[in-house]
């Protein structure tokens, strides 16, 4: 079984910093690309940026310059760096998984989400 656990969220002010962070676990468990998604009230969910396993980044056009993405292939991890948060940056933030388990068919692991809230 995979666990995906987010951390790091919370309230702050525009303009203000915040670090995500997302551990994956699993028995046999081998990641390729991570990712985070964003879904605010009344949106649909959103990819806000995406690593994979070479450290080849994708970032949303709206968080480019901001927000930057990282992983440590050594403990399972993906983190995100929010710079200059915005009020529109407030959503819940889901992290995501692709990987297999014991050599198996790809799939997308998520976590329950952290909510981040800026306020303006």
């Known amino acids: 079984q995979v666990h995906v656990v987010e951390s790091g969220g919370g309230l702050v002010q525009a303009g203000g910093s915040l670090r995500l962070s997302c551990a994956a676990s699993?028995?046999?468990?081998?990641?390729?690309?991570m990712g985070w998604d964003r879904q605010a009230p009344g949106k649909q969910r959103e990819l806000v940026a995406e690593?994979?396993?070479?450290?080849?980044?994708n970032y949303a056009d709206s968080v480019k310059g901001r927000f930057t993405i990282s992983r440590d292939n050594a403990k399972n991890t993906v983190s995100l760096q929010m710079n200059s948060l915005k009020f529109e940056d407030t959503a819940v933030y889901y992290c995501?998984?692709?990987?297999?388990?014991?050599?198996?068919?790809?799939?997308?692991?998520w976590g329950q989400g952290t909510q981040v809230t800026v306020s303006s």
């Open positions: 995501n998984v692709r990987g297999n388990v014991g050599g198996g068919p790809l799939s997308d692991y």
């Open positions: 699993g028995s046999t468990f081998r990641m390729y690309a």
């Open positions: 690593i994979s396993s070479v450290g080849m980044t």
